[in-house]
């Protein structure tokens, strides 16, 4: 076998970096316009969080999209545990705590959903996680729509990087505000009576694409705010079945959209071949067994083969990698060839 050693500085480009979006659903797709929850009767599941999923819970393909809920930093919407303490132990605030602890500067008590005049906007949220293998890297700003059943008609909801590209910075990575819009076209533009940051019960939210997470200002979705069609109920000690008001509004909506987005490295090996290189061939129809001679008279003094498939190997001629072209490559004296091989991790 005849092998040929690279030239690291002419032969293989490192570290060649392309981001690349795709949907971020099952088998990739981009829209997402039924949903579905583990069981028949959405009663049945009694937490603050549900997993939705794409097909209905007899199917055994189904798999799971995302996760929604509800959290509320003085536990109000859930049931306290009787066995040990009914406070600081109920499921919402412990939610709330945990989407603090993940998202927020330390000593931040409290998100910011930019409320103007009314003091508790910041108290409570509706959460959308998405799968974190199904977002690899990050879900893809400015490429995710979420319809809600409004109480007068729908809320389309997207996020403000289209006007504010970069975000803000913070413990949980970039933040983008949620807002009124669309992506009609893939082009997302904000509209809307809704499209403003700010309102007496503050902003539609926060989405954090390095997290895969999108909050929700449940006062603003809240029936009396006149945006979706949830009303929010803040038990002090009982269970409120707040998610299923926001999966209802969502199902009602029928459309989710949403891209993930992923950077991949990618290294290039130019596989020189010159014109008296890998001329000739192991395989046996290509010379006799008897004395070695050429089975075709015209490879005499012009042998030629055909290059199918590159392989490439370490230093110790293991074989790391197979490349293969898509139709067989002419080689002969008279003809050289560069095989580009890119290897994408």
Same mark, same amino acid.
């Given at each position: 076998?005849?092998?040929?050693? %690279?030239?690291?500085?002419?032969?293989?480009?490192?570290?060649?970096?392309?981001?690349?979006?795709?949907? /971020?659903?099952?088998?990739?797709?981009?829209?997402?316009?039924?949903? %579905?929850?583990?069981?028949?009767?959405?009663?049945?599941? +009694?937490?603050?969080?549900?997993? &939705?999923?794409?097909?209905?819970?007899?199917?055994?393909?189904?798999?799971?999209?995302?996760?929604? @809920?509800?959290?509320?930093?003085?536990?109000? @919407? !859930?049931?306290?545990?009787?066995?040990?303490?009914?406070?600081?132990?109920?499921?919402?605030?412990?939610?709330?705590?945990?989407?603090?602890?993940?998202? /927020?500067?330390?000593?931040?008590?409290?998100?910011?959903?930019?409320?103007?005049?009314?003091?508790?906007?910041?108290?409570?949220?509706?959460?959308?996680?998405?799968?974190?293998?199904?977002?690899?890297?990050?879900?893809?700003?400015?490429?995710?729509?979420?319809?809600?059943?409004?109480?007068?008609?729908?809320?389309?909801?997207?996020?403000?990087?289209?006007?504010?590209?970069?975000?803000?910075?913070?413990?949980?990575?970039?933040?983008? =505000?949620?807002?009124? @819009?669309?992506?009609?076209?893939?082009?997302?533009?904000?509209?809307?009576?809704?499209?403003?940051?700010? +309102?007496?019960?503050?902003?539609?939210?926060?989405?954090? #694409?390095?997290?895969?997470?999108?909050?929700?200002?449940?006062?603003?979705?809240?029936?009396?705010?006149?945006?979706?069609?949830?009303?929010?109920?803040?038990?002090?000690?009982? %269970?409120?079945?707040?998610?299923? *008001?926001?999966? =209802?509004? &969502?199902?009602?909506?029928?459309? %989710?959209?949403?891209?993930?987005?992923?950077?991949?490295?990618?290294? !290039?090996?130019?596989?020189?071949?010159?014109?008296?290189?890998?001329?000739?061939?192991?395989?046996?129809?290509?010379?006799?067994?008897?004395?070695?001679?050429?089975?075709?008279?015209?490879?005499?003094?012009? #042998?030629?083969?055909?290059?199918?498939?590159?392989?490439?190997?370490?230093?110790?001629?293991? /074989?790391?990698?197979?490349? *293969?072209?898509?139709? #067989?490559?002419?080689?002969?004296?008279?003809?050289?060839?560069?095989?580009?091989?890119?290897?994408?991790?």
């Amino acid at each position: 076998m005849s092998f040929q050693r %690279f030239n690291r500085a002419e032969d293989i480009i490192e570290n060649q970096r392309t981001k690349v979006t795709s949907g /971020l659903w099952t088998g990739g797709g981009t829209d997402l316009a039924t949903f %579905f929850t583990a069981s028949a009767t959405i009663g049945e599941q +009694t937490g603050s969080f549900l997993d &939705i999923y794409n097909k209905t819970h007899t199917d055994a393909t189904r798999e799971v999209q995302f996760s929604l @809920g509800y959290a509320n930093i003085n536990g109000a @919407g !859930s049931q306290g545990n009787s066995t040990k303490s009914t406070l600081g132990r109920r499921q919402s605030r412990a939610l709330y705590g945990q989407f603090r602890n993940l998202l /927020l500067a330390p000593n931040t008590d409290e998100f910011d959903f930019g409320q103007a005049t009314y003091t508790e906007a910041n108290e409570d949220f509706y959460f959308i996680s998405f799968q974190r293998a199904r977002m690899r890297e990050k879900v893809n700003p400015g490429n995710w729509e979420l319809h809600l059943d409004g109480a007068a008609n729908k809320i389309r909801l997207i996020d403000d990087s289209v006007a504010n590209p970069t975000g803000n910075t913070g413990q949980g990575g970039r933040v983008f =505000n949620v807002i009124s @819009g669309s992506i009609a076209d893939r082009t997302p533009t904000i509209s809307g009576a809704h499209a403003a940051l700010t +309102t007496a019960t503050g902003s539609f939210g926060l989405f954090y #694409p390095d997290m895969g997470v999108i909050l929700l200002n449940a006062k603003r979705l809240d029936a009396g705010g006149g945006a979706a069609d949830i009303t929010t109920a803040r038990s002090a000690d009982a %269970f409120d079945d707040n998610p299923r *008001k926001l999966f =209802n509004s &969502i199902k009602e909506g029928a459309n %989710f959209t949403a891209r993930r987005e992923e950077e991949i490295s990618s290294t !290039s090996f130019f596989c020189r071949v010159n014109n008296k290189r890998f001329n000739f061939s192991s395989n046996p129809t290509f010379a006799t067994s008897s004395d070695g001679s050429l089975t075709q008279a015209t490879f005499f003094k012009d #042998p030629q083969t055909f290059i199918t498939q590159v392989g490439l190997y370490n230093d110790t001629n293991e /074989l790391l990698a197979v490349a *293969k072209l898509s139709k #067989p490559l002419l080689n002969s004296y008279s003809r050289e060839a560069i095989i580009k091989v890119k290897l994408d991790f």
